[in-house]
């Protein structure tokens, strides 16, 4: 899951939970004492969703039958592609609702020098509505592919990403109520801790 998968999970927080969700893969350790209780408390909250996804039986299958060769990045672009799918279950008051505040909140506050210049970008160029759209979300998995080194391995993805779009949307159809009824949060009533 990526930033607007995470955003959704946690939307029921505090905006001081959310924020913790939005900025938790740039914080690294687990030492959270420079963060006050409640974005601790996300960090935490988007930890145990990463560790869900990438432990359930779903993202495992897709993985088995992503590319060998570029299966050691499938995960990252699997990220951006939840996100895309995310997208395009929510409706459109849902999604502005909830980008609209997300965006709102990482304008207050500074993002962790690891995502430091990436956020102003998302806010800008308002990347969690364009994941919407399918080739914004391949551009973004190719773009992210760029600052790794060596070849773009996540570029060379895309083309599976394309074909493989129907079993990955009957995939995520499965994946997604499995994550929003384990680790969602409840509108107002702040996260369902689990161990």
């Known amino acids: ?12 927080g505090s905006d001081d939970f959310l924020y913790g969700n939005l900025i938790a893969d ?40 992503s590319p060998r060769r570029q299966r050691r990045y499938a995960g990252i672009a ?7 799918f995310t997208a395009r279950t929510l409706t459109s008051d849902e999604r502005n609702q909830l980008t609209d505040r997300c965006y709102r ?35 973004a998995i190719a773009g992210i592919g760029q600052r790794l080194s060596g070849p773009n391995r996540l570029a060379e ?18 994946l997604w109520p499995a994550v929003n009824d384990a ?3 409840s509108q107002g009533k702040g996260p369902i801790t689990r161990p």
């Open 157 to 174: 993805l895309v083309p599976w990403l394309e074909e493989d779009y129907q079993r990955l949307a009957k995939d995520f159809a499965r």
């Open 26 to 65: 740039g914080v690294k350790g687990a030492d959270l004492s420079a963060w006050n209780a409640q974005q601790a408390a996300g960090i935490r909250h988007h930890r145990r969703v990463d560790a869900f996804v990438d432990g359930h039986p779903v993202v495992l299958g897709v993985l088995a039958r």
């Open 183 to 185: 680790l969602g949060v």
């Open 105 to 139: 909140i990482l304008a207050r506050r500074p993002a962790p020098a690891r995502l430091a210049a990436m956020m102003p970008i998302l806010v800008e160029q308002d990347w969690l509505n364009r994941y919407a759209d399918f080739a914004f979300t391949c551009r």
């Open 1 to 12: 899951m990526n930033f607007l998968a995470h955003g959704w999970l946690a939307r029921g």
């Open 78 to 84: 699997l990220d951006l592609v939840w996100d895309h």
